[in-house]
């Protein structure tokens, strides 16, 4: 994917998008009418008039002399940060998120733009996940053990970068080596929260907001509209019935997609949102192979047992389930340092991995 300073077709989206009284519906409709936005702006007056859904107060600044000119100083400004713009118009633009009611003309990309290039198809393997910031340890386990399989399996991971559930889904992507998007309520110069900064240099980041755009409590409901609409299905792993992870949830709804939900346990208010979904007919899941088997991208291969002896082998064989040290202990008798020892070792191993709140797991 690779891109000039002078690209007239990418200049001539930006020029539309810094147009007041266009918006994604409008140009998308425009674009429908002329195929591209150079033709747009070629276009006499007259013949915009005739597009429908559009009025003499939307097309009025079409063309004008200030969004050409915004539309040079932000493809130098991404050119200086090394940030990609891709315009919907162009074919290097996602497939997946082209065919949403809404798609951004334009997205700022930051980062390993490859994890883009695997969206050109129609139905990608890309998964959602969402959930709230306050989540409780055992969702973080959930979106960590998830996220990781997912990777295992091929699949990218898309979320929004925010602190708890979408946190714990980038970083146990990456940590697995697999591609991991995120889409920001800001401009990719501009990562919220601050301390994901040494996480997003991992990630591919991608926003509908110019460079220097601060992240704002408006621009959320479009992100998450966004990160439905990179997903070919998206999971809810906690939320409440107003949370943004039913926004995206509703957004994946109705561009068709594949919406899961994590069961959680009755009363509790992050249990509401998933909880309703599944009554509505989410679909229920439990591991990663209800995703794989639902999606048909096949199934989990089960991983060969590790040729451990010993205590190692103890230790290994102990972790049916996500357990913490003193569970670990309790299950082997061996003494805390010894045990401590053994976790660190099957890890250096890479056949265990440590979850969010001093858990371990088999890989």
């Not at 930006?14 to 591209?36: M, Y």
Request: glycine residues 8%; negative net charge; contains cysteine.
């Amino acid at each position: 994917m690779t891109q000039t300073l002078h690209d007239p077709e990418i200049h001539a989206m930006l020029a539309l998008e810094f147009t007041p009284g266009l918006g994604p519906v409008r140009i998308k409709t425009l674009l429908e009418h002329f195929s591209n936005a150079q033709t747009v702006l070629e276009t006499k007056l007259m013949q915009l008039r005739d597009v429908p859904g559009l009025d003499s107060k939307s097309i009025a600044g079409i063309g004008s002399s200030q969004s050409l000119e915004r539309a040079t100083s932000e493809l130098e400004r991404a050119a200086k940060l090394e940030v990609q713009v891709i315009a919907s118009s162009n074919l290097n633009y996602p497939a997946v998120l082209k065919a949403i009611y809404d798609p951004p003309p334009v997205l700022w990309v930051r980062g390993d733009v490859t994890a883009l290039e695997e969206l050109l198809g129609v139905t990608p393997h890309s998964i959602g996940i969402v959930g709230t910031r306050k989540c409780s340890p055992h969702a973080k386990a959930f979106t960590a053990k998830l996220a990781r399989e997912l990777a295992l399996a091929g699949v990218i991971v898309v979320s929004g970068l925010a602190r708890g559930i979408d946190t714990e889904a980038h970083r146990s992507s990456v940590e697995a080596g697999g591609k991991s998007i995120a889409v920001l309520g800001s401009g990719v110069d501009h990562i919220y929260p601050s301390e994901n900064s040494a996480l997003a240099a991992q990630l591919t980041l991608v926003s509908a907001y110019p460079i220097g755009t601060r992240p704002a409590a408006h621009n959320f409901p479009a992100r998450n509209r966004i990160i439905a609409g990179l997903s070919s299905g998206t999971v809810v792993i906690e939320g409440d019935l107003d949370s943004g992870s039913l926004i995206t949830a509703v957004a994946a709804l109705e561009a068709g997609r594949t919406v899961f939900a994590v069961p959680g346990r009755p009363g509790e208010s992050n249990s509401k949102g998933p909880n309703r979904l599944i009554k509505d007919g989410a679909v229920l899941i439990e591991s990663v192979s209800d995703i794989l088997e639902e999606m048909r991208w096949g199934s989990v291969t089960p991983s060969a047992a590790p040729n451990l002896e010993g205590d190692e082998a103890r230790v290994y064989a102990a972790l049916d389930d996500a357990l913490l040290v003193d569970d670990i202990v309790h299950r082997t008798g061996l003494a805390m340092p010894t045990a401590q020892s053994i976790l660190m070792m099957l890890k250096l191993k890479n056949v265990i991995f440590e979850l969010p709140g001093g858990r371990y797991s088999r890989i």
